[in-house]
């Protein structure tokens, strides 16, 4: 018994030994805590996993987008490189200012101006953190926010925005709103965004929304991550009405989220869908290489992701979890 507590321990200090086993952004070495490590690791079989900042970066990139049917970014692979895309920005193209607007302001992202003057962005979703940062790169820069009012600089120019209400996305909705008024005109303004299947299916009748569900199923075959960027303008009694229906949802004790998913739902419909956005997200240094030796050691692979199927395999297929032409197990799970 001695002696077998004697090898586990042993076994344990190899992976303390082991000079490569180390964070190399940190210098943080590897440190079994545990005996029994080296058994208990011999007898995984699985390995589940989730995707973004297991397998990838968790550091979005704004990589693409299509608007009105224009696509960026698709030559360079990077539309804030994309001349095209520049000139329709600085010549002040109304579908491609529409699209970065709503980029720039329908989020809950905080900007803070730092001692250098710089604006830096708080924001608890890495997608709207590079959003924001992609609108302010296309001259659309949130610069600040003094109560509800949001301050926006474009081309030398401050527009304002009064942010009335924020629809918070859920998972059920799989989208969030903004409900803000334009100070320079008084309109009343719905911004969107979200996955495909909660923007297209309520476009405005006649809009032709096939297009963008190409869109979205070609850059997810590039295993990109997308959301549709949608508004529409709001009259001053429709808003009215609707707001005090909001005010009763939020308050009640009863079914609150059941009754405010179902009051946004009431404003949600007869979009203006403006586009596409593409945002990548890396993979983590080694990852495929890591799991190809798992993988020769006899251990299979589950990964977990909320993104669209076609960008889960693509990442898969890049990342060694799957082999092109191999069979695939999928398990999809729908609602709460």
């Known amino acids: ?28 070495p590897s440190h079994a805590t545990n005996t029994a490590i080296s058994e208990d690791l ?3 079989e699985y390995i589940m996993t989730d995707k973004t900042g297991t397998l990838t970066e968790n550091r979005m990139i704004f990589r693409r987008c299509c608007i009105n049917g224009v696509f960026y970014g698709n030559e360079s692979g990077d539309a804030l490189k994309d001349d095209k895309l520049l000139n329709a920005v600085a010549g002040s193209s109304l579908d491609v200012i529409q699209f970065v607007t709503v980029m720039a302001i329908c989020n809950i992202v905080i900007p803070i101006k730092s001692k250098t003057g710089a604006i830096l962005y708080k924001a608890q979703s890495q997608d709207e953190d590079a959003l924001v940062n992609a609108a302010a790169q296309l001259h659309m820069v949130y610069a600040n926010k003094n109560a509800n009012i949001l301050e926006i600089r474009f081309n030398g120019s401050i527009i304002k925005y009064e942010l009335l209400e924020i629809l918070e996305f859920t998972s059920d909705r799989k989208r969030m709103s903004v409900v803000v008024k334009d100070c320079q005109n008084g309109k009343i303004l719905l911004l969107s965004k979200g996955a495909d299947g909660a923007i297209l299916p309520y476009a405005y009748d006649g809009q032709q929304t096939r297009t963008f569900i190409e869109v979205v199923e070609q850059y997810a075959q590039l295993g990109l991550r997308t959301l549709c960027l949608a508004w529409r303008e709001l009259k001053e009694d429709e808003y009215q009405e609707w707001s005090l229906m909001f005010k009763e949802a939020s308050s009640t004790l009863v079914d609150r989220e059941w009754r405010i998913a179902e009051v946004c739902q009431r404003l949600e419909h007869e979009f203006e869908v403006l586009g596409v956005t593409a945002i990548e997200d890396c993979l983590q240094d080694g990852v495929p290489e890591t799991i190809e030796t798992l993988r020769k050691a006899g251990i299979n692979f589950w990964m977990l992701t909320g993104d669209k199927q076609n960008t889960a395999i693509e990442i898969a297929l890049s990342c060694n979890f799957i082999s092109p032409g191999r069979s695939i197990g999928r398990t999809s799970f729908h609602g709460s």
């Open 1 to 28: 018994m001695v002696s077998l507590d004697l090898v586990k321990s042993l076994y344990a200090k190899f992976i303390d030994w082991d000079s490569e086993m180390i964070d190399y952004e940190t210098g943080i």
């Open 42 to 44: 011999g007898q995984v």
